[in-house]
């Protein structure tokens, strides 16, 4: 029974960490119907933007957020406004290609840069302490606070979406570009703001994997896999989707480690593909293409 | 080359004074005269995980080539005359796949005289079955012999006709890792942490690998089973090791893992007395990344500043080898320089002693000849029958230490017991 429980701890706090990896691919998808291959590799960016800041300033890596999140958004901005909604519209592909290209170009100026070694965000005590409620069952702080965080963001960003006037813009450009012009509203400003909200969540996110485990420029991609089944169990364009994806990821993925540690990825894959099959849309999908 | 077997007396000495002023490069005149006689260049392929996860194995790679280069600027001579060589690297990836593809370029576009490969058998090994495959010859090296040999498909006796292995093997680092927990009072329970890859299902293999042996010295390992590379949730293994009450942890997974693992059991109140973990924490950059809960972890040790042996090439000491490299790139040393060094070693010793260069066959007898005190120890094939291709060199125990000096951690020599010539600086001490 102990085995059990904490088999579904350890599965929730897995997906608490894929979910905040997840919202800013689910944000790009939903709003820009773009699949950011780079994904992965703009955590790791923002994971060595949070060493570089960590590094200079001398600061608590969570303290580092207050810098690396701007920088993020700001470098959100720039790329879909100088790059992406120049291939954006009918036809994904364009926009897949670009974002592929950045991933290559992304890894291997880390690698340039920082070079091929592991690197980590120090944080002290708070990477390897936890507390255990019984005999069996135990859990660390920071896996918590993970999920505690994409909890909190994604809440965060359902109330922005829903209550302010930027976020309703989103969502009418999310179903229709061209008659948003008619609201007054700008596409490409729009689409540029909305991936600053998404790369911010990326910030956060890198800066979050670069306390959890090291990293080295290669690690972006695993990254995106998993992001990009969360989302999808989740259904398109929804956030809360994508956090309940994220769980069916870490849960289905715990149980498979419990039952044999080769199963895990395996069991999480299954999943996804069951879902695929079974619902195709997602679990809780929001958007929905003409 | 004085351990070089002898082809007469006149020969050698010949090959001695060309090496001598091929290395000082100071006889410009001579060399170049040289030069025309022979136009033929010497290529030599070197393929090595220089990017992705593997990447730390490679560190060195780029420092060594460049030596390399450096001391070959007027050529290789190689019976009286001075031949050009030309590097050739290929990155891997990290990838077995595209190894495998790099290696066939190599073989079939670049047309290579020699190939060199490194670093863990999803390195060494693709590359090898290529050259296999197209009669190339291949000096490999980093990856314990049984998963090059084994995972190869090998057969003890028969072996393979173009491809050699030097490293050392996997009954040297379970003899050293078992002498280390000798060293300390344990409860002989031990978590092992073995990987879906070449080296992780070699070091758990029931009958080849771990566990029998360390049954036989009365220790019990729990094997909760293969898992994948870059893994993010160890919790099933850590469950199962504090079910077990392992005292001791050990295995070969990747850095990354490592990190995730040890920080994961750090937070669920798993902390084993004894860490030797192979593969992860064999870089400084590694153990630097685990914050202060580096301190104490131990590792297998294939090389260091404090080995007693000289390059054939260049005449360093490990220690200024090492030294050399810190002061070239500003970073600490790690391990795998000296075996880069050690490959270019073997390949231009054995390239020195070849009958007909232009006969890849030749190059291999060379190669199988090979008996040389390179950096790294001494390499010599023929020593290990029925395993014709393979040698050994030595292997030492080791654990991570704070240091007060330029760097966080500085690794400790604890446990020669499987090459005595290595001097040991300290004994194993528990965790705290």
């Known amino acids: 029974m102990a085995n059990l429980l904490d088999t579904l701890l350890q599965g929730t706090l897995l997906g608490g960490r894929y979910a905040l990896m997840a919202i800013g691919l689910s944000l790009a998808f939903g709003v820009m119907r773009l699949v950011n291959v780079a994904h992965g590799d703009f955590i790791v960016l923002a994971a060595y933007l949070a060493l570089v800041t960590v590094n200079a300033l001398g600061l608590h890596p969570l303290s580092a957020l207050l810098i690396v999140v701007p920088a993020m958004a700001m470098l959100g901005y720039a790329v879909q406004r100088g790059l992406l909604n120049r291939a954006i519209g009918r036809d994904i592909m364009p926009a897949l290609l670009i974002t592929f290209g950045l991933s290559v170009i992304i890894q291997n100026s880390l690698l340039e840069v920082f070079s091929a070694d592991s690197r980590r965000l120090q944080a002290g005590n708070l990477s390897s302490t936890g507390v255990s409620f019984a005999d069996g069952i135990s859990m660390g702080w920071f896996p918590l606070m993970t999920l505690a965080t994409a909890a909190l963001t994604i809440g965060g960003l359902e109330q922005f979406f829903r209550r302010s006037r930027l976020g309703r813009a989103f969502r009418a450009v999310s179903d229709d570009p061209e008659i948003v012009q008619l609201m007054g509203y700008d596409p490409r400003h729009v689409h540029a703001l909305a991936m600053a909200v998404a790369f911010a969540t990326v910030g956060i996110a890198g800066t979050f994997f670069g306390i959890g485990t090291i990293f080295d420029p290669a690690l972006g991609p695993p990254q995106l896999l998993f992001a990009f089944e969360a989302v999808i169990i989740g259904g398109m364009g929804s956030l809360w989707g994508t956090l309940a994806g994220s769980m069916v990821l870490g849960i289905a993925q715990a149980i498979g480690f419990r039952i044999d540690p080769g199963w895990g990825i395996l069991f999480g894959h299954a999943a996804f593909l069951i879902i695929l099959a079974v619902r195709p849309q997602g679990l809780f999908p929001r958007t929905r293409d003409a | ?432």
């Open chain 2, 1 to 432: 080359m004085s351990n070089r077997k002898a082809r007469g007396p006149s020969r050698r000495t010949v090959l001695k004074s060309a090496a001598a002023i091929g290395a000082a490069g100071s006889a410009a005149n001579w060399t170049t005269a040289l030069h025309a006689q022979s136009t033929r260049t010497l290529k030599l392929g070197l393929v090595t995980p220089r990017t992705g996860p593997l990447a730390p194995f490679a560190e060195a790679d780029g420092f060594v080539v460049e030596a390399m280069r450096k001391l070959w600027v007027n050529g290789l001579a190689i019976g009286g005359r001075s031949y050009p060589v030309e590097i050739i690297v290929k990155d891997s990836t990290s990838n077995p796949a595209r190894a495998a593809d790099v290696a066939a370029d190599l073989i079939l576009k670049d047309k290579i005289d020699l190939m060199l490969v490194s670093s863990t058998p999803e390195t060494t090994n693709p590359v090898s079955d290529q050259c296999e495959l197209e009669k190339k010859p291949c000096i490999s090296t980093v990856a314990p012999w049984q998963p090059w040999f084994f995972g190869r498909g090998g057969k003890p006796g028969t072996g393979f006709d173009y491809t050699y292995h030097f490293f050392w093997g996997l009954e040297d680092i379970i003899g050293t890792f078992v002498s280390m927990w000798n060293s300390l009072p344990t409860n002989k329970m031990v978590g092992g942490l073995f990987p879906n890859d070449g080296d992780g299902n070699a070091w758990g293999d029931k009958t080849l690998g771990f566990p029998p042996v360390l049954a036989k010295d009365g220790y019990k390992i729990t094997d909760p089973g293969r898992y994948q590379n870059l893994t993010a949730d160890f919790s099933a293994q850590i469950q199962a090791f504090r079910d077990a009450k392992a005292e001791i942890l050990t295995g070969v997974p990747i850095p990354p893992d490592f990190t995730t693992f040890w920080n994961q059991a750090l937070q669920k109140g798993f902390r084993p007395k004894i860490a030797s973990v192979g593969k992860a924490l064999l870089f400084p950059a590694s153990v630097e990344a685990l914050g202060d809960n580096g301190n104490g972890l131990s590792t297998e040790v294939w090389w260091t500043p404090t080995y007693p042996f000289k390059s054939t090439l260049t005449g360093q000491s490990c220690r200024e080898l090492a030294a050399a490299y810190e002061s070239a790139t500003g970073k600490q040393w790690t391990q795998p320089i000296g075996f880069a060094h050690a490959l270019f070693e073997v390949a231009a010793d054995a390239l020195k002693r070849t009958k007909d260069l232009g006969q890849p066959a030749a190059i291999r007898d060379a190669i199988a000849a090979t008996a040389l005190d390179t950096i790294v120890g001494k390499v010599e094939f023929g020593k290990m029958p029925p395993f014709k291709n393979v040698a050994k060199t030595p292997l030492a125990g080791g654990q991570w230490r704070r240091s007060s000096g330029k760097y966080k951690y500085e690794l400790v020599i604890i446990d020669n017991s499987q090459a005595p010539a290595i001097p040991v600086a300290d004994k194993l001490k528990p965790i705290t």
